[in-house]
């Protein structure tokens, strides 16, 4: 049975996707000789090792939605799911094999992994993939066999910060999505209309401006 182990060479930005997208170069090794690799249906779960970095002042502040305040981060700092991701490795007969492993990337800020991207200003994202799936293979005497991978297979990587605001920003140029509920949307699009607002971005900061002013 296939002893594979799994490592991610680089990242990279997948050009003209419909939506943003990164490849992650994965290259993966068969420790077994004399056994060709037939077809991998490779799961991967990736998550944000959060407690694998360091985090700036301002940093710090731009997480508290996420972990709270930095004097309770040792009880609120955990590992984030980012996403879940498959892809169908083709056969190799050597002792190795390589295949980009394609990650959408959501710029929806109602989700936790996203807060979190943004919300650091430099330096990496420690991510630690884990591998599920099943693997076909050629055994010596030519008959096909089927073997589950298991979850213990997994593969550490650190992504440039720069990299993933260099994506959204040629994506999203000089733009944040925002996920509201419908009764907000209609409430804020009531507003825009009533006050003659040209745009959303208008509306917005005039209801900001007005609470600025009551607080005041």
Request: with cysteine; net charge negative; glycine share 4%.
């Amino acid at each position: 049975m296939p002893d594979l182990s799994f490592q991610i060479e680089t990242a990279t930005v997948v050009p003209f996707a419909a939506i943003p997208m990164l490849a992650f170069r994965l290259q993966i090794r068969n420790a077994v000789a004399n056994e060709a690799i037939h077809t991998i249906a490779l799961r991967c779960q990736i998550q944000i090792e959060v407690t694998r970095r360091r985090y700036s002042s301002a940093e710090q502040e731009h997480l508290l939605d996420l972990f709270g305040q930095p004097d309770r981060w040792s009880q609120t700092l955990r590992n984030l799911l980012w996403t879940h991701a498959t892809v169908l490795v083709p056969g190799f007969s050597g002792p190795s094999g390589a295949v980009d492993l394609q990650v959408p990337c959501s710029f929806d800020f109602n989700v936790a992994a996203t807060k979190y991207f943004a919300g650091l200003s430099d330096g990496e994202i420690p991510l630690n993939m884990l591998f599920s799936g099943t693997v076909f293979y050629v055994r010596e005497d030519s008959s096909l066999q089927v073997a589950p991978i298991s979850w213990e297979k997994e593969a550490r990587y650190t992504l440039p910060v720069t990299l993933w605001r260099e994506m959204m920003e040629s994506y999203y140029p000089n733009s944040v999505w925002l996920n509201l509920h419908r009764d907000v949307f209609e409430r804020l699009y009531r507003y825009k209309m009533q006050h003659g607002i040209p745009t959303w971005e208008r509306a917005l900061e005039q209801v900001l401006d007005s609470e600025s002013m009551v607080n005041k």
